[in-house]
């Protein structure tokens, strides 16, 4: 018995492999991460565009993306929430669009000029979604964060997922060197959603998502903000998905410094950089800080793991790759002591009543303000991560927005200096915090991903109507709160 699998996307080109006939994979074990599967087909050799094909491609696609997780970072045992299974669903109805809202993994299917495209059957973009999942598994505090930069780290991190898933496959390194020896030009691995991408492109000409996103790329970090809220094809603007290129860029980067530094360039090189920068991303992003420089958080973080991990081994690598995108890391920065506090040095997850007290204060002692505290070891170095959660108004910004607020965090570490309690790193600045919360939500209104009046919870999923919004107005208690609901993994308006 064998099935047909695309092992990149539909649309990755001549040097990308062909469609293969293989065996399956097996189902994951119940002991660890896995999917509930509908609209199931006997296994069969089943041609590109049939229910049978699809069904097996988005599951061979979905099971491909965790091993890959796999591979770099070890068994993954649940998805957010401790749960073992999530729906995967292959043609969850009419739509160019893919989506995950921690109740599934949805796919979509949609004609345009004469074209069917079936988002389910890129490998790309199942693995995409599946990124989306793993990372929320491991940092499910990022899907509630109001800043830009981290909502497009996620966004980053699904295309790494989809980079890494297709590094993972033998054939794909082999024709990967042959097309690009060094990495260093355009290739169908860091190119992501081709076919995707096509559809759009002729549903809405222009659309900046009208181009695959690329990885092998030369922008350069700016503050989001100052970007433009939109722009043509495949340009960097101020939205999540274009602005996730930046991060993925220096993960390409860092796959081919890491790849270029080893004594032969053979696809087993290529996997073991592969391996082992997918190995300090998923570290990274299980300890990094959530700032609103998210970029060089994720940064400083990686290079944190490596040093601990390997002894700073990489850390050229590492540096070398986001200075290339004009983030500058300085990750030491991160862990130094940089003002002292009144108290004791805090042991555990307590602060002292003095400690606490002088560290509401120097955060400006909000009022609706909570601070939670967890103990933590940033790779070596014990700290209290406290972190400061406030509402900020947004009713400036949209008459529909009157009376709502959005949630900021602000952390700080707190570690030991002389014995004394210190602040480790920098400390937020309350206004910064406020113009990154509005900015943020400028760019969700900018991009009408914020579903006004009343909303039904997956009601794309069914197919009722089309809802490519991110967020919903819900009330909590009694005050009317901005709050996530998915990633809508393409970024074109409803219509
Ligand atoms: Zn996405």
């Known amino acids: ?41 006997p296994e069969t050799v089943s041609a590109p565009g049939t229910p049978a094909f699809l069904f097996w491609q988005a599951r061979e696609a979905g099971i491909a993306a965790v091993m890959a997780w796999e591979a770099s970072a070890g068994l993954h045992k649940a998805w957010q929430g401790n ?31 004469g074209i069917t495209f079936f988002s389910g059957a890129s ?11 793993l990372l929320d598994s491991i940092r499910p505090d990022f899907f509630d964060v109001n800043f830009l930069e981290v909502g497009a ?86 939205e999540v998905h274009s602005f996730g290129m930046i991060f ?29 920068a997918g190995k300090l991303l998923i570290a990274g992003a299980k300890a990094a800080v959530v700032t609103p420089r998210f970029m060089q958080s994720m940064g400083r973080a990686m290079t944190l793991a490596d040093q601990s991990l390997h002894g700073g081994a990489n850390h050229d690598s590492i540096r070398q790759a986001f200075g290339r995108h004009n983030i500058l890391l300085g990750s030491n920065a991160m862990l130094a002591p940089s003002m002292a506090l009144a108290g004791a040095f805090p042991k555990r997850a307590t602060l002292t009543q003095a400690t606490r007290k002088d560290l509401l204060q120097r955060l400006g002692n909000v009022r609706g ?3 939670t505290l967890a103990s933590a070891n940033m790779f070596g170095t014990p700290v209290v991560q406290a972190v400061q959660t406030r509402p900020i108004e947004l009713g400036k910004l949209h008459p529909q ?63 009722a ?14 005050q009317k709160m901005l709050q996530r609901t998915s990633f809508q993994c393409i970024c074109h308006r409803s219509e």
């Open 83 to 113: 749960r073992k299974k999530l729906p995967l669903l292959q043609d969850a109805g009419q739509d160019l669009n893919a989506f995950y809202d921690r109740d599934s993994f949805s796919f979509f299917h949609q004609t345009v000029a």
């Open 465 to 478: 109507h089309r809802n490519h919004t991110t967020h919903i107005v819900k009330t909590v208690g009694s």
């Open 369 to 371: 303000a909570k601070l």
């Open 123 to 133: 490998t790309d973009v199942v693995a995409h979604e599946v990124g989306h999942g």
């Open 401 to 463: 927005l009157k009376g709502v607020v959005a949630l900021a965090q602000e952390p700080v570490m707190v570690g030991e200096s002389g014995g004394r309690a210190a602040i480790m790193g920098a400390v937020p600045h309350a206004s910064d915090t406020d113009n990154e919360v509005r900015a943020f939500v400028e760019s969700l209104l900018a991009h009408r991903r914020i579903k006004m009046g009343k909303t039904t919870k997956g009601a794309a999923a069914t197919g």
């Open 153 to 238: 780290f996620h966004e980053a991190f699904g295309d790494c997922m989809a980079m890494l898933t297709a590094l993972n496959d033998l054939e794909t390194r082999k024709k990967l060197l042959a097309a690009a020896p060094t990495l260093r030009k355009r290739n169908f691995v860091e190119g992501t959603a081709e076919d995707l991408s096509k559809g759009i492109g002729l549903l809405i000409p222009g659309h900046n998502a009208a181009k695959p996103r690329r990885a092998f790329n030369t922008f350069k970090y700016q503050i989001p903000s100052t970007l433009p809220s939109d722009g043509g094809p495949g340009a960097l603007i101020n």
């Open 248 to 276: 993925t860029g220096c993960f390409w980067d860092l796959i081919a410094n890491l790849f270029n530094a080893s004594a032969q360039k053979t696809e087993a090189a290529l996997l073991t950089a592969a391996k082992l």
């Open 1 to 41: 018995m064998a099935i047909n699998f695309i092992p990149n996307d539909p649309r990755a080109g001549a040097t990308a492999p062909a469609i293969r006939v293989k065996a399956k994979r097996p189902t994951r074990p119940a002991t660890r991460s896995g999917f509930i599967y509908s609209k199931t087909s």
